[in-house]
């Protein structure tokens, strides 16, 4: 009689984007700032951390952060030892339970993941990072842990939208020579850029199908947080990891 070959429990990746309400933080980083370097009180921010990670049902200490830089820095992750994680603007994992936090307030919170090899990415994405690479770092580094882009899922998450970014000409030239469908016209007729939409362009010409939007604009919805509308404000996170 044959011994029945186990069969690996399949990996879920899930992807959740929060927004300002719910924590406990005051004005202007009200109420559910998860950023720790905008100046809010670090008591409020650790509150808002643990609630989040009550509210995914996860451990507080698996919750990986970034120090982030603008930068095409990117680190694969196998454990929280390192947290925040310095100098990158890219987390990859394949460790079940990791979750991966990107903060955000006008950039691009990027969520990839790979159900097939069971490998999932947090990228932060603004105009340098589109300009500079992040995003192709960060398949590259998917691929070490045997990812596929025709298998990845990506999940571009609220930034400021294209009417609302206001850029010099010279500026919107330089990032669509990298993604030329990032260069738009603002509401006022003037240079702009939709970083996802550059964002959309770059990964499906590196072989990811499935790319989906949430169409919310930073600068317009008061539900979440923008620095290009405030100035000194909190930060939102997009949040991704394999249960």
């Known amino acids: 009689m044959s011994t029945p070959t186990a069969v690996p429990r399949a990996v879920r990746p899930r992807r959740v984007v929060t927004d300002r309400r719910g924590g406990r933080s005051s004005s202007p980083y009200d109420s559910f700032n998860l950023g720790g370097h905008v100046g809010d009180d670090p008591a409020d921010v650790t509150a808002n951390r643990e609630r989040l990670a009550r509210e995914l049902g996860v451990p507080a200490h698996s919750l990986v952060w970034m120090t982030q830089v603008h930068g095409t820095g990117v ?6 030892d390192e947290n925040p994680v310095a100098d990158v603007d ?8 990791l979750v991966l936090c990107v903060l955000v307030a006008d950039c ?11 490998v999932v990415a947090a990228v932060h ?37 294209g009417a609302d970014y206001e850029v010099p000409a010279a500026m919107q030239a330089e990032v669509a020579r990298v993604a030329p469908a990032a260069a738009v016209r603002t509401r006022t007729g003037t240079p702009g850029l939709d970083l996802r939409a ?46």
């Open 108 to 118: 691009v919170p990027v969520l990839l993941a790979d159900p097939v090899a069971g």
């Open 125 to 161: 994405a603004g105009r340098e990072g589109v300009r500079r690479g992040i995003v192709p770092a960060t398949l590259a580094a998917m691929r070490r842990l045997g990812s596929r882009p025709g298998d990845v899922e990506a999940l571009l998450g609220p930034a400021v939208c």
């Open 198 to 243: 550059g964002l959309t362009e770059l990964l499906r010409g590196a072989g990811v199908a499935q790319v989906v939007h949430d169409p919310r604009c930073t600068v317009e919805d008061r539900f979440l947080f923008s620095h290009r509308r405030d100035g000194v404000t909190g930060r939102q996170a997009g949040v991704v990891w394999l249960e």
């Open 90 to 97: 890219a987390l990859v994992t394949a460790t079940r339970g």
């Open 75 to 80: 680190a694969i992750v196998e454990d929280a």
